[in-house]
């Protein structure tokens, strides 16, 4: 449910990076409200994974700004703000492939010592709850807890990779190509994964070249290309605009 009393929960405000001369993002402005599910989509090498780079401070801002919940975070220093509540998933996943399933869950709770949350929300009995409620939502972790992560399906990485995440509390979840290298049937599965995360309210924006299916999950989407934002409206208007249509969902 959005609620347009509080800041938002993420805004860019006339976003700009460089990559030495090359501008990868040139002004981007954007807004991901409290409980909403946002898509960013774009054909290859629109910046789309250059802007999410910047908000986590994974590639310095040229200009503008990044506020989290109002605040500031420009030039925050990239491991801080797991702690702060905005946790990235990042394309290709980056889950420790010689630790369990288990001990990678347990690695996403770490920042809770140092964070947003109040000290119960990093109790034994806290983390061992979270833990579960990961199991719950993906069942084929909680089948293979004790196998090594590097054993796991594409699939089933990408599915540990959201729920060490997950582990973290996150205010904001910035999910980048998270259907990516998946065959057909995962990917719906990760979309199911996706609506049911938002459904009970964790702020996403999520990053997609499978426009179709980003727009058919989110609230609201921003089309991207060459760096720039050229379109922003409702998930639904999108899906029906005819330029998108052409462009970006194959017709
Ligand atoms: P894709 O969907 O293919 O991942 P994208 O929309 O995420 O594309 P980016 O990866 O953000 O696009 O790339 C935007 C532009 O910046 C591209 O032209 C890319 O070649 C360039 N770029 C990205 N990373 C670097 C880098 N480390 N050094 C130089 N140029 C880069």
């Not at 009393?5 to 976003?15: T, V």
């Not at 925050?76 to 420790?96: D, K, W």
């Not at 949350?117 to 069942?139: G, K, R």
């Not at 924006?205 to 760096?227: F, K, P, T, W």
């Amino acid at each position: 449910m959005v609620d347009h009393r509080l800041p938002a929960a993420l805004e860019l405000r006339n976003l700009k990076v460089r990559y030495g001369g090359i501008q990868a993002v040139k002004g981007v402005s954007l807004a991901v409200q409290p409980g909403e599910l946002v898509t960013l989509i774009g054909a290859n090498g629109a910046g789309k994974t250059t802007t999410l780079k910047a908000i986590t401070g994974l590639v310095p801002a040229a200009e503008g700004e990044v506020l989290f919940r109002g605040e500031d975070i420009t030039s925050a220093a990239a491991h801080t703000l797991a702690a702060r509540g905005l946790v990235m998933v990042p394309e290709g996943r980056g889950v420790f492939t010689r630790l369990s399933i288990q001990e990678n869950l347990l690695m996403g709770a770490y920042c809770l010592a140092d964070s947003h949350h109040s000290a119960s929300t990093f109790s034994n009995a806290a983390i061992a709850a979270l833990l579960e409620e990961q199991l719950v939502l993906f069942p084929r972790l909680k089948e293979r807890l004790h196998q090594l992560a590097g054993t796991l399906s594409g699939g089933e990485q990408q599915m540990l990779a959201m729920a060490r995440a997950l582990m973290a509390q996150p205010a904001v979840l910035l999910l980048d190509e998270p259907s990516m290298g998946l065959s057909p049937v995962m990917v719906e599965k990760i979309f199911e994964v996706i609506r049911d995360v938002s459904a009970r309210g964790v702020t996403i924006l999520l990053v997609e070249q499978n426009a179709r299916l980003a727009l058919q999950a989110a609230h609201r989407g921003y089309v991207m290309d060459s760096g720039m934002i050229t379109t922003s409206a409702e998930a639904k208007t999108l899906l029906d605009d005819p330029a998108v249509r052409a462009a970006y969902l194959g017709e």
